[in-house]
């Protein structure tokens, strides 16, 4: 199994610009996680689904993010518009057995 | 509320000397206690883990934490580093039947020659 694969794994845009960030989880987790995280604030929980099932979005920081996932093998993570202060790093990860998460190796984000 | 707390943002080490990076959490439930590693640019990666059974915890790598529900600690130990244990540490708690992991902040360990 390849683990985790985010895309892109860098990407830099201008402020305004729509930004989209994909994840495909490990086959048969069922359970798949967004984090951001930053010198300043440290790892945050963004949102998390279940069977495809958004549970908790509170983490969410304002309505210019959006996070879906249509099936079990496929995931985004959109900002539009984007702004500075949403530069970060954006991890991905899946639930196994046992509560335990598996991480993906994360896009870097810059907005300019 | 449940949370996590690692007291120490940053621990300095000279290389072969031990360590242990604390881990302590506040819950009323049962809980399962994890500990992820994040080395530079990459994403976390889970180096141990607590579910249920012997309370003394160990990875492949020589590391080891041990839970003690009185205390409610996790801390992670090891009798030697290594310069390439250089990373930063994440502690995380979740709470069974919930699939959410609450994270600690982190502690950077710095191993030096």
């Known amino acids: 199994d390849a683990g985790v694969i985010q895309s892109p794994r860098h990407e830099v845009t201008e402020m305004g610009q729509e930004v989209t960030l994909r994840c495909k989880p490990i086959?048969?987790?069922?359970?798949l996680f967004w984090y951001r995280q930053t010198m300043m604030r440290g790892l945050e929980l963004l949102i998390y689904f279940n069977n495809n099932v958004p549970i908790d979005d509170s983490g969410m920081p304002e309505d210019r993010f959006s996070a879906k996932m249509p099936n079990a093998s496929f995931s985004t993570l959109k900002i539009q518009p984007s702004e500075p202060r949403d530069s970060a790093v954006y991890f991905c990860?899946?639930?196994?057995?046992?509560?335990?998460?598996?991480f993906g190796p994360g896009t870097r984000l810059t907005v300019l | 509320a449940q949370s996590v707390t690692q007291l120490d943002s940053q621990v300095p080490v000279f290389e072969e000397a031990p360590v242990e990076l604390r881990c302590n959490y506040s819950?009323?439930?049962?809980?399962?206690l994890f500990w992820y590693v994040q080395y530079p640019n990459q994403g976390l990666q889970l180096l141990l883990k607590?579910?249920?059974?012997?309370?003394l915890v160990e990875s492949i790598n020589g590391f080891e934490a041990e839970f003690n529900k009185s205390q409610t600690s996790f801390h992670l130990r090891k009798p030697s580093v290594h310069i390439s244990d250089t990373a930063e540490y994440f502690c995380?708690?979740?709470?069974?039947?919930?699939?959410?992991?609450?994270f600690g902040t982190g502690t950077r360990l710095l191993v030096s020659p």
């Open positions: 819950s009323s439930v049962s809980v399962y």
């Open positions: 995380a708690v979740s709470f069974t039947g919930f699939q959410k992991l609450v």
């Open positions: 086959s048969g987790h069922n359970s």
């Open positions: 990860a899946c639930g196994g057995r046992g509560n335990e998460q598996f």
């Open positions: 607590y579910l249920s059974g012997s309370t």
